[in-house]
């Protein structure tokens, strides 16, 4: 019933509820939606703000919204120029906007090996020494411009025969992880059988801590440092084996156990950009054919008793348009080619080609498409994550 008073109707007074007096937990599950920048602004709001976004169940929080597909907030790519070093976040959608560009904070190297995982990108000058300077490892959130010196690892860093690097998330434990495998040069006495094992180390972000195990009997010739990829708690490198057979190896984090993946009898396309790129849940690996008449994917899959095996899953006929090496894959899965000034991505289930960018080339100085220039760009997913924003 409407009440009047002076025939002027008599309203009532509602108390209006601000977003300075939602409940911790809502104020959370609100601020998890926008974009880090974003959130980082909020930061300078008010104390409660500032305390909340900074805790470890915040940072969390965000990094599993994140980490859940859905369309409710943009996806990423990650731009290496492996000319100028410069690294870049464009928007995956049509025409690739750029984001922003990621500033390497000083103290880190600038020319290192790098692998990127959840947000954080790993940086190490362990495979790449650069001259009298100290061969270490980082953790580095470029969004939130903080980053973390490991402790040293355990394992021997000189006078090995390879070594290899990995970084990547595991979510049964919530943690960032970083594998480190060398095989050392042993001095073996007079007629003493060579064990042909290997030294791995493993660091946890959670414990800030390292743990070291041996392993024999692997027969391993060279570990390439620039095919790694981080899959379902497990690192994977192409490698060569001692009867110079191109493998897989594989370090399970959850069994801690390196093993040896055959792949499959073709002629890798290209000593560039990597050969190896986690598509979708599986890990791809991208061949020409014994004919050089066709550009393969395989993709990694295994059965019920955890047994591996390879199934084809593109070919393409090579072409004066289409440059056939894969700079990168898409959010989607989707991988991303070069064709004449332009980028695609190729669809995998109608098998073509579609527009993804045009006129790519203004963003480098170096003409691609032109004969003898190698790939310019590594692409890869990109994830936003507040780690490390806690720290210091």
Request: net charge negative.
């Amino acid at each position: 019933m409407t009440l009047f008073h002076n025939d002027a109707p008599i309203l009532k007074k509602h108390n209006q509820t601000r977003i300075h007096d939602l409940p911790e937990e809502l104020l959370a599950e609100i601020l998890k939606l926008l974009p880090v920048k974003h959130i980082l602004h909020c930061l300078c709001v008010q104390k409660s703000w500032y305390y909340l976004i900074r805790s470890p169940m915040f940072i969390t929080l965000q990094l599993d919204y994140q980490k859940t597909p859905n369309n409710h907030h943009p996806k990423y790519l990650y731009f290496e120029n492996a000319y100028t070093d410069v690294l870049s976040l464009r928007f995956d959608d049509v025409q690739c906007q750029e984001y922003c560009t990621l500033k390497t904070l000083p103290g880190l190297p600038q020319h290192s090996w790098r692998a990127l995982s959840y947000g954080l990108i790993c940086v190490s000058t362990i495979l790449w020494p650069p001259r009298n300077a100290t061969q270490k490892i980082y953790l580095w959130n470029p969004l939130v411009q903080k980053y973390k010196t490991l402790p040293d690892s355990p394992l021997p860093i000189t006078k090995t025969k390879w070594k290899a690097l990995a970084f990547g998330f595991v979510p049964e434990i919530n943690d960032y992880v970083v594998v480190h495998v060398v095989s050392p040069c042993l001095h073996l006495s007079h007629g003493e059988s060579d064990p042909h094992s290997v030294i791995i180390g493993v660091y946890n972000l959670n414990t800030d801590s390292w743990k070291m195990l041996t392993q024999d009997d692997v027969f391993v010739r060279m570990i390439s440092d620039s095919d790694t990829v981080f899959f379902n708690a497990a690192a994977f490198w192409v490698g060569i084996s001692l009867d110079k057979r191109r493998i897989l190896m594989c370090f399970d984090t959850k069994t801690d156990i390196l093993r040896e993946i055959s792949l499959p009898n073709y002629v890798p396309y290209t000593p560039g950009n990597p050969i190896i790129h986690l598509f979708d849940q599986y890990i791809a690996y991208f061949v020409w054919d014994s004919g050089y008449d066709y550009f393969d994917m395989w993709v990694l899959r295994y059965n019920s008793i955890n047994d591996f095996f390879w199934e084809k899953k593109m070919s393409i006929s090579p072409n004066k348009d289409i440059r056939v090496e894969v700079l990168g894959v898409r959010n989607n899965g989707e991988p991303i080619l070069a064709r004449s000034y332009d980028l695609i991505s190729y669809n995998l289930d109608n098998h073509e080609a579609k527009n993804f960018v045009d006129s790519w080339d203004s963003w480098t100085p170096y003409k691609y498409y032109e004969e003898g220039f190698a790939p310019p760009f590594f692409i890869s997913p990109f994830v936003e994550s507040l780690v490390l924003l806690d720290i210091g």
